[in-house]
């Protein structure tokens, strides 16, 4: 009898062989992308590519996690600052005019639903942009986040992230780094777990499908459109030990967003691997109407709560998007890499990795 080959060896950090919580990611080369026929245009078309070792949190950034962060230093979030017009105005078609102060609000976008199934090409019949939303009130002014300290935190943007990663002395992922560590060593597979979305009738992540009886983005109101996130973990970990990988919340990486990178990564290597790609130095999207096609956006991974098969399956590793990076959204969080050159700096120096390298502040 033919023994089952070894599945990776799951390496988890205690604080002292490695930063705590995070998981090793042995480097090592990949298919990029996604030939399956349920894959988008901007996942085309698959190429090889390759990435060098790091470690991953284990989980997305907690509640818990990021309230330490703003408890250290004070960090305002951009959806607690009114929103800033020069950074608005690119994501708007040209001579827009600028809208009155008092129209500048802090706020942020949340899922509020609808009553019945509605046509899917007006995403603005599901999602508002709500005065007073933020990390703490991720659905408005009268939510809250008691008893969610393990949840990923949500309503926060790119440049948000990007600030906790400093104070953290930790990254965001390349797109290739975490494309890499959700296929946890399965080569194609349509999700992180394998080809079949609910082996065994068990489900597999925190996504619609399988989870809401209604069709999206159809919510009880009697329920006061009960569905959102759930605690880190709550669903199987993938062969590298990292949960949560898809589903839950949409995650942040560090590269630009180019609907069309993967096909000039493939046209300008021909074949050769990406080593380690950081993806391309501009933006380009052209499926937002009334968003002009080269407006800053960075990638946002991993789908969330909402991702269903009618109208978003980016519960799939090879799933892709761009995202305004001043956009805070009740589906949107992150988790973060080291390298481990760093991990072994900081222990030569004495400093704990999730601790303050700084106090990052601002908006």
């Given at each position: 009898?033919?023994?089952?080959?070894?599945?990776?060896?799951?390496?988890?950090?205690?604080?002292?062989?490695?930063?705590?919580?995070?998981?090793?990611?042995?480097?090592?080369?990949?298919?990029?992308?996604?030939?399956?026929?349920?894959?988008?245009?901007?996942?085309?078309?698959?190429?090889?590519?390759?990435?060098?070792?790091?470690?991953?949190?284990?989980?997305?950034?907690?509640?818990?996690?990021?309230?330490?962060?703003?408890?250290?230093?004070?960090?305002?979030?951009?959806?607690?600052?009114?929103?800033?017009?020069?950074?608005?105005?690119?994501?708007?078609?040209?001579?827009?005019?600028?809208?009155?102060?008092?129209?500048?609000?802090?706020?942020?976008?949340?899922?509020?639903?609808?009553?019945?199934?509605?046509?899917?090409?007006?995403?603005?019949?599901?999602?508002?942009?709500?005065?007073?939303?933020?990390?703490?009130?991720?659905?408005?002014?009268?939510?809250?986040?008691?008893?969610?300290?393990?949840?990923?935190?949500?309503?926060?943007?790119?440049?948000?992230?990007?600030?906790y990663a400093e104070w953290a002395g930790k990254r965001l992922p390349t797109e290739a780094e975490w494309e890499y560590a959700a296929r946890g060593g399965l080569e194609q597979a349509t999700y992180v777990w394998g080809?079949?979305?609910?082996?065994?009738?068990?489900?597999?992540?925190?996504?619609?499908?399988?989870?809401?009886?209604?069709?999206?983005?159809?919510?009880?109101?009697?329920?006061?459109?009960?569905?959102?996130?759930?605690?880190?973990?709550?669903?199987?970990?993938?062969?590298?030990?990292?949960?949560?990988?898809?589903?839950?919340?949409?995650?942040?990486?560090?590269?630009?967003?180019?609907?069309?990178?993967?096909?000039?990564?493939?046209?300008?290597?021909?074949?050769?691997?990406?080593?380690?790609?950081?993806?391309?130095?501009?933006?380009?999207?052209?499926?937002?109407?009334?968003?002009?096609?080269?407006?800053?956006?960075?990638?946002?991974?991993?789908?969330?709560?909402?991702?269903?098969?009618?109208?978003?399956?980016?519960?799939?590793?090879?799933?892709?998007?761009?995202?305004?990076?001043?956009?805070?959204?009740?589906?949107?969080?992150?988790?973060?890499?080291?390298?481990?050159?760093?991990?072994?700096?900081?222990?030569?120096?004495?400093?704990?990795?999730?601790?303050?390298?700084?106090?990052?502040?601002?908006?």
């Amino acid at each position: 009898m033919t023994a089952k080959p070894a599945g990776p060896k799951v390496v988890l950090g205690d604080g002292k062989s490695g930063p705590a919580e995070m998981v090793w990611i042995e480097g090592g080369q990949f298919m990029m992308g996604s030939e399956s026929k349920v894959a988008q245009a901007n996942e085309r078309p698959a190429h090889p590519a390759s990435v060098s070792g790091f470690w991953m949190d284990r989980h997305h950034v907690t509640n818990a996690q990021f309230r330490q962060f703003v408890q250290a230093t004070g960090y305002k979030t951009t959806a607690e600052l009114p929103p800033d017009w020069e950074t608005l105005k690119p994501q708007l078609p040209p001579g827009t005019p600028k809208p009155p102060e008092s129209a500048l609000v802090p706020g942020a976008m949340v899922f509020v639903g609808t009553p019945a199934v509605v046509d899917y090409s007006d995403f603005s019949r599901w999602w508002r942009y709500v005065p007073g939303a933020d990390w703490r009130h991720p659905t408005g002014p009268d939510s809250n986040i008691d008893g969610k300290d393990d949840h990923p935190v949500v309503q926060v943007s790119y440049a948000d992230a990007k600030a906790y990663a400093e104070w953290a002395g930790k990254r965001l992922p390349t797109e290739a780094e975490w494309e890499y560590a959700a296929r946890g060593g399965l080569e194609q597979a349509t999700y992180v777990w394998g080809n079949d979305f609910a082996p065994g009738q068990k489900q597999m992540a925190n996504v619609w499908q399988g989870q809401q009886e209604r069709p999206f983005p159809v919510v009880s109101a009697k329920a006061g459109g009960a569905v959102g996130t759930s605690p880190v973990g709550s669903f199987p970990p993938n062969a590298y030990g990292l949960v949560d990988m898809t589903g839950n919340a949409w995650q942040w990486v560090s590269d630009w967003y180019r609907a069309d990178q993967f096909a000039r990564e493939a046209r300008i290597k021909a074949g050769k691997v990406a080593d380690n790609p950081l993806g391309p130095t501009d933006s380009f999207d052209p499926s937002e109407p009334g968003v002009p096609v080269n407006a800053p956006k960075r990638v946002t991974r991993g789908g969330s709560f909402l991702c269903n098969e009618d109208y978003c399956m980016s519960y799939r590793p090879s799933a892709r998007r761009g995202t305004d990076p001043y956009t805070s959204m009740s589906h949107l969080g992150f988790r973060l890499v080291m390298d481990d050159q760093l991990w072994k700096a900081r222990q030569q120096a004495k400093v704990p990795a999730g601790n303050a390298s700084g106090a990052a502040r601002g908006g």
